[in-house]
């Protein structure tokens, strides 16, 4: 509840009272939002292969008490990661990633799920750090949850190939061939 509360006190007496002015006495106290929100993050597939799409899933809670207004994530998606893009309907349509997102309200006890994905490069290293973070203009009575990072191990991958062909063909049974 966001205003205020009052609370009057009045005290009174048998006895006879020079000044009844000073029995009452009403204190106003202001009443604000809070707002514990909380963001965790995962990365899918893990282990990933190079040249494979990630997908990141970024779920950003409110314990409450109130709603938490002008709720932004904001995610610096690594350089390995081409054309970053996201979703907030659960995949069905996506945009590109601008780097962070106005959530607007997140309700208590109601989490907000956003995906987010992009194409992992061939030159990236063994493991990949991608950390989300959340705020809001609510109080937030514990900041130390407000952000999480994924961390996603990356498999090395080779193409190789051979190829073999014959100088001669069709070749000659016991005769030498020559393979250039």
Known sequence: ????????????????????????????TPVGQLADISVTKTGSPDPI???????????????????SQSTVIVDAVPGVISSPEYSIDG?????PWPGSDDLGSALPGVPVTVLLRGQLSS???GTIENTV????????????NNSDTAITTVTPAADISVVKTAMTSPAIAGA???FP
């Open 1 to 28: 509840v966001v205003g205020r509360t009052i609370n009057t006190a009045t005290v009174t007496t048998d006895t006879p009272d020079p000044n009844p002015d000073d029995n009452t006495v009403t204190i106003e």
């Open 49 to 67: 292969l190079p040249g494979e799409t990630i997908t990141y899933t970024v779920t950003v809670s409110n314990a409450g008490p109130s709603t």
């Open 91 to 95: 995949g069905l349509t996506w945009n």
């Open 123 to 125: 030159s990236a290293p």
């Open 133 to 144: 973070t959340v705020t809001s203009t609510t109080p937030d009575p514990d900041p130390g």
């Open 176 to 178: 030498m061939e020559t």
